[in-house]
């Protein structure tokens, strides 16, 4: 049975897209089977990986309607992580999750069929703290929570794990806080030294080494379909997500 790892932190722009794009690519370079979930209606992983959202026939909304079964959405790349896509028509479906029973479980049936063909398969969860971002969580073995050297994203990550608490009380109660990821990473400051530090001494937070630094680099790479790992293959950024992946790996 694979790893299934959520990244989630209800505050946008922490690059929680970027370190699942990254770390798929990463795990594939080392082996691995991996699948990639886009739990996110901006379905930027979607768009990340090269494909218009518009354009798809299927997504993970008609799964989560009942209109077709995940394998039917599933879409499938050469020496790449698979890939279960997004659109905006997700927002429908986590209207229409509302009013059901078991609402909560959607996601971890959907993966069910698919979870013994893969080695990890990374959730990346939208911005909120939503049906969806909770499905993301009942569905996952672990959650790792990427976040930003900055006062609002730290205060994100005290809320978050206040909801991974209600998580396991009610409908996973195996779900394992793997760490923290510190993304765009500017060693140059000192409040992104003080927000490392901080995180782990008010929040009980492991951040996994290493931090992953700020670059231009990382934000080309969705442009062209690619993680920064195949855009820029030798930069500081890609070499860093490499090393996570080892990090990560060892601690699964």
């Known amino acids: 049975m694979g790893s299934i790892v959520a990244f989630a932190n209800q505050k946008g722009g922490v690059a929680k897209t ?3 794009h990254s ?3 990463a795990f594939v370079e080392n082996g691995h089977k991996v699948l990639l979930v886009d739990m996110d209606p901006q379905a930027c992983l979607t768009y990340a990986m090269g494909l218009d959202p518009e354009t798809l026939d299927t997504t993970l909304h ?3 309607v009942g209109r077709v079964k995940t394998g039917d959405v599933l879409l499938e790349f050469d020496d790449r992580p698979h890939l279960l896509p997004s659109s905006i028509d997700l927002a429908g479906a986590e209207v229409h999750l509302l009013t059901k029973t078991g609402r909560e479980f959607v996601l971890a049936r959907a993966l069910k069929p698919l979870v013994d063909r893969y080695d990890y398969l990374l959730i990346d969860c939208g911005p909120s703290l939503g049906i969806l971002t909770i499905n993301g969580l009942t569905a996952a073995n672990m959650v790792a929570i990427p976040f930003q050297c900055d006062t609002l994203s730290q205060r994100g990550v005290g809320q978050l794990l206040e909801t991974v608490a209600d998580v396991r009380s009610f409908t996973n109660d195996d779900l394992e806080v793997l760490g923290g990821i510190a993304t765009m990473f500017d060693g140059r400051t ?3 030294h003080q927000v490392l530090e901080s995180v782990e001494e008010q929040h009980g ?3 996994l080494p290493p931090p992953i630094p700020k670059s231009v680099r990382v934000a080309e790479a969705p442009g062209k379909g690619r993680s920064v790992l ?3 293959r030798t930069s500081k950024p890609a070499l860093a997500y490499r090393a ?3 990090t ?3 601690n699964i």
């Open 18 to 20: 970027t370190t699942v």
């Open 205 to 207: 937070l492991q951040v």
């Open 190 to 192: 000192r409040l992104a």
């Open 230 to 232: 195949t855009h820029a």
């Open 248 to 250: 990560i790996a060892s």
């Open 23 to 25: 770390l798929g690519d």
């Open 62 to 64: 008609d799964v989560f």
């Open 244 to 246: 996570l992946a080892e």
